[in-house]
């Protein structure tokens, strides 16, 4: 069974570290292209980075510099590195496999980890 | 503000049907691909429609999707009460080199 666990979440302080993980079975997530999208309490959904099976990586420009995605071939485990977090950064964090189009753009999100609530406050 | 525009809410009694609208422009939905995903209250987003209008095999075909220049739709028949949930179109973004959703409606079934 294709599946994807987040663990890491908790309550930091504004301007604090945390990293998040994600450990998936069933599939390689080194073979797949893999993204973290987050949802802060009682609004929408946003994307928030990506990285492609060859190790390229992508942020949106609300993280760039600030959040790392990477992943242990090993431990088939993907990870969101965050650091100088900020209130707005408060969400639950799902990490999710990535299709793809042809010309390397993703295209849809299937499946999708229950989630892990990530909390900053002063 | 959510570059692609979905409507809040949206009802309906059930057994009939309902859509949903999701409008953007040419830098996203007008060239690219777009999939709708439902989230369930309290649980994680599930892909219902890929590709504009392709459907997972575990997705009964009640549900639909289409789209028509910078808009997509997406369809729900013979509505039930299990289907109360907020659905979300996603699509790529050229201009913006992300990923972009609507802002999510809120399906009752009345």
């Known amino acids: 069974e294709v599946q994807l666990v987040e663990t890491g979440g908790g309550l930091i302080q504004t301007g604090g570290s945390l990293r998040l993980s994600c450990a998936a079975s069933?599939?390689?997530?080194?073979?797949?292209?893999m993204s973290w999208v987050r949802q802060a309490p009682g609004k929408g959904l946003e994307w928030v980075s990506v990285i492609y099976s060859g190790g390229s990586t992508y942020y949106a420009d609300s993280v760039k510099g600030r959040f790392t995605i990477s992943r242990d071939n090993s431990k088939n485990t993907l990870y969101l590195q965050m650091n100088s977090l900020r209130a707005e950064d408060t969400a639950v964090y799902y990490c999710?496999?990535?299709?793809?189009?042809?010309?390397?753009?993703?295209?849809?999100?299937?499946?999708w980890g229950q989630g892990t609530l990530v909390t900053v406050s002063s | 503000q959510s570059v692609l525009t979905q409507p809040p809410s949206v009802s309906a009694a059930p057994g009939q049907k309902v859509t949903i609208s999701c409008s953007g422009s040419t830098s996203n939905i007008g060239n690219n691909y777009v999939s709708w995903y439902q989230q369930l209250p309290g649980t994680a987003p599930k892909l219902l429609i890929y590709e504009n209008n392709k459907r997972p095999s575990v997705i009964p075909d009640r549900f639909s999707g289409s789209k028509s220049g910078t808009s997509a739709t997406l369809g729900i028949t013979g509505l039930q009460t299990g289907d109360e949930a907020d659905y979300y179109c996603?699509?790529?973004?050229?201009?913006?080199?992300?990923?972009?959703f609507g802002g999510g409606t809120k399906l009752t079934v009345l």
């Open positions: 069933g599939f390689t997530v080194s073979s797949n292209y």
């Open positions: 996603g699509t790529w973004d050229s201009s913006l080199s992300a990923v972009v």
């Open positions: 999710a496999r990535v299709e793809m189009t042809p010309w390397l753009q993703p295209n849809w999100f299937d499946p």
